[in-house]
């Protein structure tokens, strides 16, 4: 099977750690393949980026379905673009916080989240009511570090996500942590060994997820609210979808 892995911001070097992080974990006989879109948000930190990041998601799903791509991941923990991806595709599409919230939910009763900005945290908490979690984290946390600091050479980001990850193991009485950034999927051997926790990341958990769901012959319905979209004309910078066929 071929899994793409879409980064919904542009930065190319997250886009390989990203990459390596999910060709390490994908099986022997899994194809991964990673992109992200060449216009949008070098990182995704509002709503204003989430949003704008969308459209890349889009167009870079339509693209995987001219290379019919068997699953698709979308690697930034606010699922930018996740429900109208899905539209797109008979394909599974998962984002990466939904997958790490279903795996955290398999070895623990509660957990907490620690992501990057806690300007950021909404958004986790909006996807946590959407997806039906809300009960079992108990908190959503931040590092405070902008999303590119995770491209630093240096440990700074890492020394930062710890020690929160630390306060959450003390204080939030949960069994294990979600990373909150499609940026630490390289980091997660390093948070477990330094906090004692089971560390859940979306990233490789939405391959394993994929993986599964292909295996199992399933794939996004196309039944109700996620059938392909309707055909109808498009204006401005969107016409050349007016020709387009989804189905
Ligand atoms: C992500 N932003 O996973 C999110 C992290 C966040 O550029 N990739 C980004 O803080 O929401």
């Given at each position: 099977m071929h899994i793409r892995v879409i980064n919904p911001n542009t930065t190319a070097t997250m886009t390989a750690t990203i990459d390596a992080a999910a060709k390490r974990i994908a099986a022997p006989s899994t194809q991964v393949s990673s992109t992200n879109p060449a216009s949008g948000p070098v990182s995704i930190e509002s709503h204003f980026d989430e949003a704008l990041s969308a459209v890349g998601v889009i167009e870079e799903v339509m693209r995987g379905e001219q290379e019919k791509v068997d699953a698709y991941i979308?690697?930034?923990?606010?699922?930018?673009?996740l429900l109208a991806a899905r539209e797109l595709t008979r394909a599974p599409v998962i984002g990466i916080a939904e997958a790490a919230f279903h795996m955290a939910m398999l070895i623990s009763t509660r957990f907490s989240i620690v992501t990057t900005l806690g300007r950021t945290g909404i958004i986790a908490e909006h996807l946590l009511d959407m997806y039906g979690f809300s009960h079992h984290c108990r908190r959503v946390r931040a590092?405070?570090?902008?999303?590119?600091?995770?491209?630093?050479?240096?440990?700074a980001a890492l020394i930062r996500i710890i020690d929160e990850c630390k306060r959450a193991r003390d204080e939030?009485?949960?069994g294990a942590i979600v990373l909150g950034c499609g940026g630490m999927a390289d980091l997660t051997a390093q948070i477990s060994d330094a906090v004692g926790l089971p560390v859940v990341e979306g990233v490789t958990a939405a391959v394993k997820l994929s993986e599964a769901l292909v295996g199992l012959g399933?794939?996004?319905?196309?039944?109700?609210?996620?059938a392909f979209p309707r055909s109808k004309r498009f204006t401005g910078q969107f016409e050349h979808l007016s020709q387009q066929r989804f189905d």
């Open positions: 979308i690697a930034c923990f606010g699922d930018p673009g590092a405070e570090i902008p999303v590119l600091d995770l491209e630093d050479d240096s440990d939030d009485n949960i399933l794939g996004t319905s196309k039944y109700g609210d996620l």
